[in-house]
């Protein structure tokens, strides 16, 4: 019973990790030319935080596209990707305009947790860019 008490109370500082998370849709596919929009759901300890969108199949190596701070950014209908964060919802959605072929790929919704030892929370999803006929 005491070594079950000790693996728990080892455990307890990693349970609030298991229960944050961000999740969207596993794969969109969308025609050559369209536009998309990709709901990123998250945990209501996440409303403050810094939400964005970035192309690429790991963090390291994602290219951001779009930042809920990006303050300086006017959003615009002709803006080829557009973010929007609902704290009420719950919910940041991305828009993604006039999408070509070359698109097609992995795409992540991040929330930046920060710090050295905090990882950001992710979820990764596949668009697939259909060509038109």
């Not at 019973?1 to 609030?16: A, E, G, H, V």
């Not at 390291?60 to 006017?74: G, P, V, Y």
């Not at 992540?108 to 950001?120: F, L, Q, S, T």
Request: charged fraction near 20%; aromatic fraction near 12%.
């Amino acid at each position: 019973m005491l070594r079950l008490s000790t693996i728990t109370l080892l455990l307890l500082p990693w349970i609030p990790v298991f229960l944050c998370k961000v999740t969207t849709e596993e794969e969109f596919t969308v025609l050559e030319g369209g536009s998309l929009t990709i709901p990123c759901h998250y945990e209501p300890q996440y409303v403050s935080y810094v939400k964005y969108w970035c192309q690429g199949r790991t963090k390291e190596f994602c290219t951001i596209l779009a930042r809920t701070d990006d303050h300086h950014l006017i959003t615009t209908a002709d803006q080829k990707v557009n973010i929007f964060d609902d704290p009420v919802q719950l919910v940041f959605t991305v828009t993604m305009n006039d999408i070509k072929e070359g698109e097609s790929g992995w795409y992540m919704c991040g929330v930046e947790i920060g710090g050295m030892w905090n990882a950001d929370d992710t979820s990764f999803t596949n668009i697939k860019v259909i060509h038109g006929e």
